[in-house]
């Protein structure tokens, strides 16, 4: 006795299947099923994972899909290429077509489909075009005899399902939660008819046949269709763009050119070493078919003249001779074989960064060359994970908003929710409480929500270009924005043989650009983008050595800072080279996984004697001072170690960087222990190397990746170290980079300029910055309209500078709001004076309509009473009222006279009390809650004075004593004992207490 289960759902059913394809998988071999069909709700959310997960289990998988819209429903399942071409171009219909219908769309996209429903309205249409491969599906608890009735009337046959969503009872009320989460809904107000039935589950053969005593053939039909259908579905091809039309000999003949061409423009001239790369790369490129895809990511880079072509391709020298990437991999010694190699199956990406308010344009481009027949987005496949799964649980048992709040906001970032009970029962935020059943039964639930399907969103970048029609190889949806969305997130889709160009958005490419253009608007000064070289700069050298780098590119994290000053030591000096090969190994580093290594590598970078661990490792681990830093460099020490190949090396790097690894990876580790054997190498040095091997098991890059982001560091570095206001005003305007507004605004201050407020006539939309001084722009200014602002600059360019409020008043409409907050906000005070905003206010009101919200209008006003002046304290009330923060003064400054009696060790001279005792004044910039090597939550916090930032480490004993303190709002007093490496202080923290 058997069957084939047919209509069953996996987590990759939105909102309503509950069990991983891998579980369904190994439930289905352990119930001795020989196939198995997915078919999640209106989507192939999860085909490339089922794929891989049937083949571990010994299954033959079915793809499906179970389309529902309206009250319309039915199961599809693929019978071969063309079926499954069709089920993506129907179910691309269903989430694009507002009219869509799906009997009327079945009976134009039904061939290779067999097609199960109990909805008369979808079968009887289909019936009378063709009776094939139609059936009526049967299933326990879904009004299975009036199916059966219909089966009868119709004269279809019938096929048993038992719609499987659970596995086990304990599913039943997962599935219910998903379900009111989905709806909005509590749990106890969940319609029956919106759920699934708690009999709802993958059976056995005998437990299915139970149900069908009477129609037996119901079982028989499964096992016909799922021979009908195809299961030796293959993937691994790769679905490459089509350039212009070109025949491939056409595109790489192109290629060739334009990247000899590029070599011309790179290097000058030909050197032997530059054409036998060339030459190298361009025969794989043939050979792998990939001309066509370079061609078209050249043609969308051109399209900004600022870009960051950064990851493993990189590592191209023709990429970089077709002004792609940046960096010089000849030069740098980038190895090309991270990004293709012979044995590679997969389709490597190419990712390019562009100003991130450019990207936009960018994609609109893309989509104009290429339509959105044969293009679309990648997606980001969101699931509910951590404080959001818990807040969604605790949200449909009906708990409070605020108390939801209270928890969730004392919940560590890094915490899983199913690891939140636990972590809650230590938690020093949570210390002395006892958590309810009911809260622990939320936190259970959660727990199983985590990494659920909840919705699609748009990845950050991925654009995927085919060269006939997307629609036949994945199905598509439309995204908030309105581009087409496919269903894969990115490693699917690479699974699937879809090669993706990441086109994602830089601020501080952004930044760069606005930068130069102020400063050839101020100097007439014009830098050449990519001949660019900006560490022959001393400054720029000096800068980065001293990790004065807030503001700057991927180098201003408070770790990264301390990381450059451990590294280079004050008034330690190096050339442009060297400081850049070792900005490189910094940006790479300096991951969670290697702070092992980090001190180790500091103490060799600064003379601590070292020898590679192996002697067979010196050529790779020489230029890293003897450790693994670079994610290529996994793959060379297993070539060099263990006689790996390079793609088995470049296999085993993918596998460490994944999270289902440990069987595969246990493979590999056994290899690399036999070929290391083989090659004498001691089990000790063996087992030290592959510790090395998984610190890469974390977030990680490759040395072109670290390349292209140091160089764009570096462009970062030189703009502050040479043009600090017009940099500064960049940053901020451009709202990214590590910190707030506030801390960028002090680090101006100690870069000694001058904070200025928005004027009427000085001030534009965004920050701007000039000879020594930093001018805050409209956009600081909380509430205020762009339509306000657009229209004020608009008549200051048409009109000339304001003459005064009247003048102001009669020039511009404006709603009375709007200018209301300028005046609160300083922006007249160079006219009129501070101490005339009561009176200006005045007559504002005097100018206004009787209605509210109404324009102002040029009437004379009357005469208007003469109020007091505000006080200071009422001035700085209204700064942090319109600006949410203070530019007249450091915060910390408020407090002058209460600091002075604390007697307090400044920022500027903390590294004179190294071993001692201190009590320091600090104002928080930004924090980090980490994890001990026993799992005790402990945190890192930057703070600043006024007169320089400096950073505090809260070990678990302090953090959970004081961890309730730091709300960031306040001035904190700390008291603690400066301790010192390799030139750096630090605060550790003993005391924790707050200025009156």
Known sequence: MSYAPLHVHSAFSPQWGVRSVEDLCAAARALGLKHLALTDRNGLYGVPHFLAAARAQGLIPLIGAEAKKGAQRAVLLAQNAEGYANLCRL???????????????????????????????????????????????????????????????????????????????????????????????????????ESAGEGDRLLSARALADFFPHCPQAL?????????????????????????????????????????RGA????????????????????????????????????????????????????????????ITHVDPIAYNLFFERFLNEGRLDPPDIDIDFPWDERDAILDFAFQRYGARRAAMVANQVGFKGRSSLREVAKVFG????????????????????????????????????????????????????????????????????PDEIRRYVPVEVSAKGLPLIQWEKDQAEAAGLVKIDILGNRSLAVIRDALAAVKEHTGREIDYAAWRPLDDARTRELLCAGET?????????????????????????????????????????????????????????????????????????????LAVYQEQITQVAMALADFTAFE????????????????????????????????????????????????????????????????????????????????????????????PLAYISEARRLGLAVLPPDINAADLAYSGRAGGLRVGFMQIQGLSRAAVAALLAERRRGGLYRGFEDFLRRVRMDVADVRLLIKAGCFDALEGKQRRPALLWALLAHRHAAPGASLFDEAPPELPTPPPYDDRQVIAQELETLGLLISCHPLALHRYAIARLKPVSAARMGAWTNRYVTMIGWWVTGKTVQDKDGRPMEFVSFEDTTGLFDATFFPQAYARFCRKLSRLRPYVLKGRVEEEFGVATLTVEWVGFLE
């Open 91 to 193: 179910l691309s219909d269903l989430h694009c077509r507002e009219d869509f219908d799906l009997a009327q769309s079945l009976r134009a996209l039904r061939r290779g489909l067999t097609i199960l429903s109990d909805d008369a309205a979808v079968l009887a249409p289909l019936r009378r075009q063709d009776r094939a491969d139609l059936y009526v599906e049967l299933s326990p608890g879904h009004q299975m005899h009036r199916a059966l009735a219909l089966s009868r009337e119709l004269g279809l046959p019938p096929a048993a399902t038992s719609r499987a969503v659970l596995l086990e009872a304990e599913d039943y009320e997962v599935h219910r939660v998903l379900r009111a989460i989905a709806l909005n809904t509590k749990l106890g107000r969940l319609p029956s008819d």
């Open 220 to 260: 028989d039909n499964t096992l016909r269709i799922a021979a009908s259908c195809r299961g030796d579905w293959d993937f691994s091809a790769t679905i490459f763009p089509a350039f212009r039309g070109l025949a491939d000999g056409e595109a790489f003949a192109q290629l060739e050119a334009r990247a000899r």
């Open 264 to 323: 011309l423009w790179r290097y000058g001239q030909m050197s032997a070493r530059v054409e036998e790369r060339l030459q190298r790369e361009l025969r794989l490129i043939r050979d792998k078919g990939f001309a066509h895809y370079f061609l078209v990511v050249e043609e969308i880079a051109k399209q900004s003249p600022r870009t960051c072509g950064r990851g493993s391709a990189a590592a191209s020298l023709v990429a970089y001779c077709l002004g």
């Open 399 to 466: 708990f409070p908003e605020g108390e939801i709040k209270d928890v969730t906001a004392r919940l560590s970032h890094y915490c899983t929710a199913g690891r939140a009970a636990a972590a809650m029962d230590r938690d020093p935020q949570f210390q002395g409480e006892t958590l309810s059943e009911d809260w622990r039964r939320v936190l259970a639930l959660a727990g199983r929500l985590d990494g659920q399907l909840r919705h699609l969103s748009l990845h950050c970048g991925g654009l995927v270009v085919v």
């Open 550 to 626: 807030m503001g700057c590119f991927y180098i201003e994290s408070p770790a990264t800072r301390q990381l450059l000053k451990r590294m280079f030591g004050e008034g330690r000096t190096t050339d442009a080279d060297d400081l850049f090969e070792h900005l490189v190994m910094a940006s790479s580093i300096i991951r969670p996984a290697a702070n092992v290594f980090i001190r180790e590598f500091v103490a060799r970078l600064r003379g601590k004697p070292w020898s590679c661990a192996h002697p067979l490792l010196d050529e790779v681990l020489r230029e890293t001072y003897g």
């Open 649 to 740: 090396g470049d296999q085993l790097r993918k596998i460490i960087s994944k999270k289902h690894k440990a069987q595969t990876l246990r493979d590999y580790h056994a290899k690399f222990l036999d070929g290391g054997r083989r090659k004498g190498v001691g089990k000790e040095i063996l087992n030290q190397i592959w510790a090395q091997i998984l610190s890469f098991s974390g977030y990680s890059f490759c040395k072109p990746h670290s390349a292209s982001y140091a160089l764009v560091s570096c462009k970062s570095a030189w703009l502050k170290a040479n043009y600090p206001a017009e940099f500064m005003a960049a940053v901020i305007s451009n709202q990214g980079g590590f910190y707030s």
